[in-house]
Each structure stands twice: as structure tokens, then as C-alpha cells.
């Protein structure tokens, strides 16, 4: 059998190996996984509920396990892996203790013209979920579809990444371990892009698909052949506002962790920086001074690890070299940052709009922070992108903050902080555009998962009934007359 093996990006060496799983496995898994959705639709929101707090807290027992497999496929330190651990059982957490809120049955208005009618809505589990991760967090982004699709009465087949199979493996184990009753309720199987292709086609219920938009686009089209359903969550190219009366020395913290933690490998980083021009440089010495600060490594004390696709060290060195050569300046770094398997800090100033390190997604721990003359230009620059994942601002007014945010393209936007949104489990997480459609988190990510149900109980006989040809036409036609007059005042 041909296996897969996952590597440290440190070391090259290897992590672990796995069997590349082809379609006749995968779509085995999806049988399995059907039937376990059965049994766990069985066990109703309360039972549900119960069973993925068990999970939680074993998770939660089980962090210093999973954080040093997470650091250990991606290279990142070992704080950075234990917070990715934390993100994760904050979002299940939420999901199991929130899904018969958001979902359950309630009534809702029948409205004058079915006052004989209660009416009822509820949501039903779709089925069966394939999930495909990333690797950048293998643990805390699956979450945001893992947890609510699990709460929301569903089963899942997950393909993590090539690059971190050994997070996926162990994460499904961790299910098996504390729900020993349900062996298939979520499974995992490994192997390169074929693998993830044979799950979009394996008559998965819905595909929840995170990645670039290149490979969401490919997967969006196989979908289209069945009409299944599709959330991508693809990436952006994220902007922070920064405001002549914002606090510079908070900007410039903020803009620092949010643009290099995790050596710039997060889908809602800092990429772009538009500042008005009378606080420009001195918030570029700010930023210069924290981003000199930091030292990539391997070991605890690290600022951040490696990029942990190696080709991505290339998109990073092209991106500071063509920006350099439109007439960019590097404040701090250069392509010389590009050092095997390490990134160091990069800050870009006067970085052309058109260039590719303003225009793709860099996913490296660079950051171009422009002067623009106001805030009305920085919100046209910032959603000029084709990316519209997260945004920031920073200002002194609250007021101005949320008016410059409404502004903003982005599906998420944060005043006075970056990715603040991104640990608030009630609110969604999505974007459009480049980075996709579709949310995860909160009341939106549960939904997702879940199919609306409406039914209507008739009470009694109505004076006049719409639906029945034994109604004379004329007390019909009265009803309607009256029925037109009433809208027509309102």
C-alpha cells in the first residue's frame, strides 16, 4: 500500500506515516459514516450535547499531546500549538452547548392570512459532512467545521492536509477514545489532493472545503455536478486602518503579532497596512522596532517557526523582490529574510497597489504598510482587493471605528485590535470573493450544517379557506379584495 508520510518542516525528517486512502476507501468511510449519523440523530440535542463535552474535556486533557504533534508536523513553537489546542475547544464548546438554541424547534408567526396554522421550524442534520483542512492550524480551523457540523446532529469524514495527517488521525482518535459508542461518527482519511477529490465525490452530504481559492475552485466544480452543497473558506489578503488619532504604540503591537505570528501563516493575517500620512512613519518606527525584536526557531522561546509548505519560501522571496523593483522600500529585511526553512521579519513601505505583494496572498511574515491621504482613501485601497476575509482599524473614536468598519468588504472586521473576532465563538467566520462563501462559528456556522424544516399544524377551520374548492368563489374573491386593501395602506 502506498503510504504518506508527514515530515518536520524543521528537520525534514519524518513525523509519522499513513496509508493514502483512494476512492473505494473513501467512499466506505462515508457508508460507515452514514450509518453512525443515523445513531447519533438518535441521540437528540441533549444527548448530543453530553457526549461532545465528554469530548471536549478529553481534548482539553489531552492538549500537551496534540500541541506537540501540531508542532511537530507544522515546525511552530509549542506555545503557538497549546493556544491553536485552546481556539478549538472554545468553538466545540460553544457548538454543543448552543445547537438546540440556534436549531430546535420553535415557533415562529403564521401571519393574518394562516391564523389557523401554528407553524414550527427546526433543522434537520444533513447527514454526512467532508471536511478538508489545511495546515496551517490542522486543528483549530477543522474545528470551526467539525464541531458545529458533529452538535448540529451530523457525521464526519475528514481529509486534513498532506502536510499535517497526523493531527487529523489523532483528532478523530481522540472521538473514538471518548465516545467509544460511536466508532464512525468521525473518521479520517489521509492522502494527497486525489484523496480529497474522491471525498467531494463520494456523495457527501456537503463539503467543507478550506484552502486557496485555485483548489476551491476545482472542488466547487465537482460539486456542481451533483448540486452539493459547498463552504469554502479560501484565505485573504486582510488590511488594518490606522488613523492619525489611533494609539500607535497599540497599532503597532497589534499589527506586528497580527502580521508575523505563526510566520504569517494565517488565512486572516495582517498582509496590507494603510496609514494616514501625519502618523506614517512614526508608526513604521514602532513597527520596525517590535518586528526587530523577533527571533524564528524551533525551540520554546521562538517568536514563530518555520513556513511549513517549503515552496511557499519562494512565493514570499518573489513577492519582496518584485515589490523592491517597482519602487518599493524595505524598512526592515529584504529577500535575504528568506532563509531555509525560516522567514524572518519583512516590513514593505511604498508598495505599489498592483503588485503581488499587495494584490496575492503572501501567507509568509511580510507586512507593506502604505500612507494614504485619509480614511476615505485607505477604505477604497483596502477593499480593492479580491480577497474580503477580516479587516482592522485603529483610532481614537469608537464611533469613527465602527463607521470606518461598516465601510469595509470583509466578513469580519476588528477596532482597535486584529482578529479579535476570530476567539468570539458566537460570531460567524467567512468571507467573499477570493476567500470563499459560506460561515463557520457561531449561530451562522451551525446553520450551515443543517437543513431548515418547516411544518405548519392546522387549529381549526379558517372563515374562509384559500385552499379548498369548496369556499365560494365570491366569499374568496371578498377575502382576497380585503386581503388587497389591507397591503395596499400599510
Not at 496551517?136 to 464526519?156: D, I, K
Not at 493531527?167 to 471518548?178: H, I, K, P, R, S
Not at 489611533?246 to 497599532?251: C, G, N, R, V
Not at 476570530?422 to 460567524?428: D, I, K, Y
Request: aromatic share 4%; glycine share 10%.
Amino acid at each position: 500500500m502506498t503510504v504518506l508520510i508527514s515530515r518536520s518542516p524543521l528537520t525534514g525528517e519524518p513525523v509519522g506515516e499513513h496509508p493514502v486512502h483512494g476512492p473505494e476507501e473513501v467512499r466506505a468511510a462515508v457508508d460507515r459514516a452514514r450509518e453512525a449519523a443515523r445513531a447519533w440523530a438518535a441521540c437528540g440535542w441533549a444527548g448530543r450535547r453530553t457526549r461532545l463535552l465528554t469530548w471536549k474535556r478529553s481534548l482539553a486533557h489531552r492538549m500537551d499531546e496534540l500541541a506537540e504533534l501540531i508542532g511537530a508536523e507544522t515546525g511552530k513553537p509549542p506555545h503557538d500549538a497549546r493556544a491553536e489546542v485552546l481556539l478549538a475547544l472554545v468553538h466545540l464548546d460553544w457548538a454543543a452547548r448552543n445547537a438546540r438554541r440556534v436549531l430546535g424547534r420553535r415557533r415562529v408567526p403564521s401571519g393574518p392570512l394562516a391564523v389557523h396554522q401554528r407553524s414550527l421550524l427546526t433543522h434537520r442534520p444533513l447527514g454526512v459532512i467532508g471536511a478538508i483542512g489545511p495546515w496551517n492550524y490542522p486543528l483549530h480551523t477543522p474545528m470551526g467545521s467539525l464541531g458545529p457540523a458533529l452538535a448540529a446532529g451530523n457525521a464526519v469524514v475528514f481529509k486534513p492536509s498532506e502536510l499535517t495527517p497526523g493531527v487529523g488521525v489523532l483528532l478523530a482518535a481522540t472521538l473514538t477514545d471518548a465516545l467509544p459508542d460511536h466508532p464512525h461518527l468521525l473518521q479520517t482519511v489521509t492522502g494527497p489532493g486525489a484523496t480529497g477529490e474522491a471525498l467531494v465525490r463520494s456523495g457527501a452530504d456537503k463539503i467543507a472545503f478550506t484552502g486557496s481559492p485555485a483548489t476551491a475552485r476545482k472542488v466547487a466544480a465537482v460539486c456542481a455536478e451533483r448540486l452539493t452543497p459547498l463552504l469554502a473558506e479560501c484565505g485573504g489578503k486582510d488590511a488594518v486602518i490606522v488613523d492619525a488619532s489611533a494609539d500607535l504604540d497599540a497599532a503597532a503591537d497589534a499589527i506586528v503579532w497580527g502580521a508575523l505570528a505563526n510566520a504569517g501563516q494565517t488565512c486572516a493575517g495582517v498582509e496590507r497596512v494603510y496609514a494616514v500620512a501625519p502618523i506614517h512613519a512614526a508608526l513604521c518606527d514602532r513597527i520596525v522596532h517590535r518586528a526587530r525584536a523577533l527571533r524564528p526557531g524551533a525551540g520554546p522561546d521562538a517568536s514563530y517557526g518555520p513556513l511549513t509548505l517549503p515552496t511557499q519560501l519562494a512565493t514570499v522571496e518573489r513577492h519582496v523582490k518584485d515589490a523592491l523593483a517597482a519602487g518599493a522600500r524595505a524598512l526592515y529585511g529584504g529577500p535575504e529574510s528568506v532563509r531555509p526553512p525560516y522567514a524572518h521579519p519583512v516590513v514593505l513601505v511604498d508598495v505599489p497597489e498592483d503588485s503581488p505583494a499587495m494584490r496575492e496572498e503572501t501567507f509568509g511574515p511580510v507586512v507593506a504598510v502604505n500612507a494614504v491621504r485619509d480614511l476615505d482613501e485607505a477604505v477604497t485601497r483596502a477593499n480593492a482587493s479580491a480577497y474580503a476575509l477580516g479587516a482592522a482599524v485603529f483610532t481614537g473614536s469608537r464611533r469613527t471605528g465602527r463607521a470606518i468598519a461598516e465601510r469595509l468588504a470583509s466578513g469580519a472586521v476588528s477596532v482597535n485590535s486584529v482578529l479579535g473576532f476570530a476567539a468570539v465563538p458566537t460570531l460567524p467566520f467567512g468571507g467573499s470573493g477570493d476567500s470563499g462563501h459560506g460561515r463557520v462559528h457561531g449561530a451562522e456556522g451551525l446553520r450551515a450544517f443543517a437543513a431548515p424544516h418547516a411544518l405548519t399544524v392546522r387549529r381549526f377551520r379558517p372563515p374562509v379557506d384559500l385552499t379548498s374548492f369548496s369556499t365560494p368563489r365570491r366569499r374568496a374573491a371578498r377575502a382576497v379584495a380585503v386581503g388587497r386593501w389591507l397591503h395596499s395602506r400599510r
